[in-house]
C-alpha cells in the first residue's frame, strides 16, 4: 500500500470516531430537533480545514503529508462539509462567481434530491 493510501485512511478513520462521538455527545447534552452535533461537527470541520489550507499557503508549516492525513484523512472522515466549503471559498477567491454559484446550487439541490431519491427508491422495494 502507498503511503498516502494509509495516510488518508488512518486520517478517516479517525475523522469518523470523532464525528460518532462528537454528534452522540451533542445529541445527548442538546435535545432537540435540529441535529445540533451534525450542524457543529460540519462548522467545526470548516474551520479545522480553513486552518489546515492556511496553514499550507504559509509554505513549510505543514508538510504535503500532514496536509493529505488532516485535510483530505481526517476532515474527510470528519465531514465532507469542510471540503464542499474550502472549494467554495476557492472558487470566490479565484473570482468564478458563476460557477461558485453553480456548485452551492447544484450540491444543496441535487444533494437533497438525491437523498430523497435514494430513500423512495429503497421504499418502493
Known sequence: ??????????????????????QQFLAKSIPSVLPYGTLAVNIIGCFIIGIIYGLSSRGNVLSPDWR????????????????????SIS???????????????????????????GILLIKSI
Open 91 to 117: 472558487l470566490m477567491q479565484d473570482g468564478e462567481y458563476l460557477y461558485l454559484s453553480i456548485y452551492i446550487t447544484a450540491s444543496v439541490l441535487f444533494g437533497l434530491a438525491a437523498t430523497y431519491l
Open 68 to 87: 493529505i492525513f488532516l485535510a483530505t484523512g481526517f476532515c474527510g472522515g470528519f465531514t465532507t462539509f469542510s471540503a464542499f466549503s474550502y472549494e
Open 1 to 22: 500500500m502507498s503511503r498516502i493510501f494509509l495516510l488518508v485512511g488512518i486520517g478517516g478513520f479517525l475523522g469518523s470516531v470523532v464525528r460518532y462521538y462528537s
